[in-house]
């Protein structure tokens, strides 16, 4: 990328903006597609089903651990919390140490369902990353994770 503040700098790095927001919009129709079919197949949506597995794998979690881990606010992840224990797929509790403390655990329905539902991205997504070394998958990883980190520090200005 050139870097520069002069108009024929600026000049050539506006064409690399436009490509990266059609591609990050590219990107997010293609999650919003997914997490469509999984909501009409399946009662459940990427956020949902991410939480969901985030909670089959670190076991009882507090509220706050899991609104750091999926990266989403706390109301978010309150309302989402809410639709998988009215479905019956996870439990609040309270920790033994601290009433006041509530940890979020899964149920056995939970894992059941989990065992029969897709993963919350696309096959054709998991098909194609198959095909790179874990080099690539790594380089794609950091720069996915870069470009995250960029608009986060966007979102907190």
């Not at 997490?35 to 076991?59: A, D, F, M, W």
């Not at 479905?87 to 403390?101: C, F, I, N, P, Y």
């Not at 990353?129 to 794609?140: A, C, G």
């Amino acid at each position: 990328m050139v870097k520069g503040s002069n108009d024929t700098d600026q000049q050539l790095v506006e064409p690399v903006f436009i490509h990266i927001t059609k591609r990050l919009r590219q990107i997010a129709h293609a999650i919003n597609k997914h997490s469509k079919y999984l909501q009409e197949k399946y009662h459940i949506t990427v956020p949902q089903i991410i939480c969901l597995r985030e909670i089959y794998e670190h076991g009882p979690i507090s509220f706050s651990a899991l609104t750091k881990i999926v990266a989403l606010n706390n109301s978010t992840v309150t309302g989402i919390v809410d639709r998988l224990e009215r479905q019956g797929l996870v439990q609040r509790t309270r920790t033994s140490a601290d009433r006041r403390q509530i940890h979020i655990v899964i149920t056995e329905k939970g894992v059941e369902f989990l065992q029969n539902t897709p993963p919350p991205v696309s096959d054709r997504l998991i098909d194609g990353l198959k095909q790179y070394s874990d080099e690539e998958i790594n380089r794609i990883i950091w720069a996915i994770d870069q470009v995250a980190l960029l608009l986060d520090g966007e979102q907190q200005r």
